[in-house]
Structure formats: C-alpha cells, structure tokens
C-alpha cells in the first residue's frame, strides 16, 4: 500500500504564489513517476505536470508552462508544484498522483495511467 499524504493548498489573489508538497510512503520514493493533475467543478480532471522517475525529465500542460514548475526531493520522498502568476482559471482541486514505472508519450497525460492518488487540495485564485 502506498500512501500520498498532501499540503499546500490555500487561497490566494491573481498573480499570487502557491506551493503544493505531496509525501509519499510505501516503496523507495525514486522507483515512482509523479503527476499532478487539477479537477474544477463541472469539469474533467486534467493534466498539470508530471516528472520522470529520477527526476531529469519535466513536462507541463500548455495552460500552466512557464508559471508551474515540477520537482522532486527523493531524499524526503516528495514532489512539489510550485505555482507562480496564478489566475482564476488555475482555480480547481490538485491531486497528486504516482506511477509504479516510468512513463512516456502523450499516454502519461492521462489519469489513468497512475496507480495511486492523494486526497486533493483545494487551490482557489481571486481576481
């Protein structure tokens, strides 16, 4: 059993900042691939970002490229997102999610491709 324990979330005001930390249990924390993937209401779950296994490979939705950014501390077993220029339309709740293998192609946007998922955080930006 692997478990996502995540943090983070808040409310901020448009062009604000925000840090998500997703920690994980249950297996060495470099054999996972992470995604993070954001849900608004009315609306399907969608790919953010997601980082490669060790870490060298970083990829990102159009909506969010240039203000988000990926990484990852195996050290501590973590990943994060951080969000910078935020805007009312990144309001949504965010998952953190994880695969037992590494992923490539456009399938690796897909939720169903990961395993296990966190409890979501609600991120709400105001104009």
């Known amino acids: 059993q692997v478990q996502l324990v995540e943090s983070g979330g808040g409310s901020v005001q448009a062009g604000g900042s925000l840090r998500l930390s997703c920690a994980t249990s249950g297996r060495p924390f470099n054999y996972y691939s992470m995604g993070w993937f954001r849900q608004a209401p009315g609306k399907e779950r969608e790919f953010v970002a997601r980082?490669?296994?060790?870490?060298?490979?970083?990829f990102y939705s159009d909506s969010v490229k240039g203000r988000f950014t990926i990484s990852r501390d195996n050290a501590k077993n973590t990943v994060y997102l951080q969000m910078n220029s935020l805007k009312p339309e990144d309001t949504a709740v965010y998952y953190c999610a994880l695969r037992i293998a590494n992923c490539a192609g456009v399938e690796c946007l897909l939720p169903r491709q990961y395993s296990y998922w966190g409890q979501g955080t609600q991120v709400t930006v105001s104009s």
């Open positions: 980082i490669t296994r060790s870490g060298d490979g970083t």
